[in-house]
């Protein structure tokens, strides 16, 4: 039994099903105010060592509308930023706490947490990984289409966390995924690796936006300076100018194509204001669609019906 969500190459998709299915019923809840308090009694700790609206936001309140209890650590206030490891944090807080989130920047922090804490621990974002948003995503595309296999997904600009997260939860999911990034900017090598051996959906990876965008059913996209990555700001501008989000990629598209971004967003950087407004009902969509799947993986991971092995 797994007990963590830590990236998106540790779920099946089978696991990924059932949280899509468990955020349905959670959003089915929440809009017809039906009891759903499955974390009665339960504290999750939240430790955020960037910044965040959407994550911090939609956990917090989620938390409590399951009945739990969210305690918000921030990395720079606790004994975490005066150098307290992640062994001991983590065994420390597994006596008190019932799950943890953390978003940080290493992926191995996380890692390393969730082998010594004995709870639960969800990535709420890393350098590499930003699986409950990407959830998210999966989660608004299947009610847009009512269906995932067989898609076009596409992915316009850095080859980031949330790139990383896109590819291995969209060909999972039986979806076709290109990607468009400039030299330099590549997914991690790990996941092209995964990839490169998945069998029942097509992955290429290509400089040139346009041929990533035609017949595209779903457009997704990333700012181009992440968290950590300011000093390089500049040269990223420059590298990744090419990789924007506007009218003519979209004239590729198919005609219904979606358009998603996980936000904050940098209009006239990876995407155009008239595109962003255009799509903006589907992108707060995905945006509310955080806080349902987010209540789906805490009741999952807290005894509800945890993930296959
Ligand atoms: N998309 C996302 O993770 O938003 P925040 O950085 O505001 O949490």
């Known amino acids: 039994m797994k007990k963590d969500l830590l990236k998106m190459l540790d779920l099946s998709r089978s696991d990924i099903e059932k949280i899509l299915d468990m955020a349905d019923q959670m959003k089915f809840n929440q809009r017809h105010n039906l009891p759903h308090r499955y974390l009665d009694g339960k504290t999750v700790v939240m430790i955020f060592k960037k910044n965040s609206t959407r994550t911090r936001v939609s956990f917090e309140t989620g938390i409590y509308q399951l009945g739990g209890h969210g305690i918000y650590l921030s990395g720079k ?30 992926q191995q922090e996380v890692e390393t947490l969730a082998s010594f804490a004995k709870i639960p621990v969800i990535n709420g974002m890393t350098d590499f990984s930003h699986p409950c948003q990407v959830l998210a995503d999966l ?16 992915y316009i600009g850095d080859g980031d966390n949330m790139c990383n997260s896109l590819i291995v939860g969209c060909l999972k999911c039986g979806m076709n995924v290109r990607v468009a990034c400039p030299e330099g900017y590549e997914p991690a090598q790990e996941v092209l690796d995964f990839a490169a051996g998945v069998k029942d959906a097509s992955f290429s990876l290509t400089r040139n936006p346009l041929e990533a965008a035609r017949d595209a059913d779903v457009v997704f996209t990333d700012v181009w300076v992440s968290q950590g990555k300011e000093d390089e700001a500049e040269q990223r501008r420059l590298a990744l100018a090419g990789y924007q989000v506007n009218e003519a990629l979209m004239a590729v598209t198919h005609p219904d194509c979606m358009v998603q971004h996980c936000l904050p967003a940098h209009r006239g950087e990876e995407i155009v204001s008239e595109v962003f407004e255009h799509h903006a009902d589907q992108i707060f969509e995905e945006t509310e669609n955080r806080l349902h799947v987010q209540k789906a993986v805490l009741f999952l991971l807290m005894g509800g019906d945890p993930f296959e092995d």
């Open 139 to 154: 989660m608004t595309v299947r009610e847009h289409y009512a269906l995932l296999e067989g898609l076009n997904a596409c």
């Open 77 to 106: 206030e606790s004994q975490i930023v005066r150098g307290e490891s992640m062994e001991d944090t983590a065994r420390t807080l597994a006596r008190y706490c019932d799950a943890v989130v953390i978003r940080t920047y290493d």
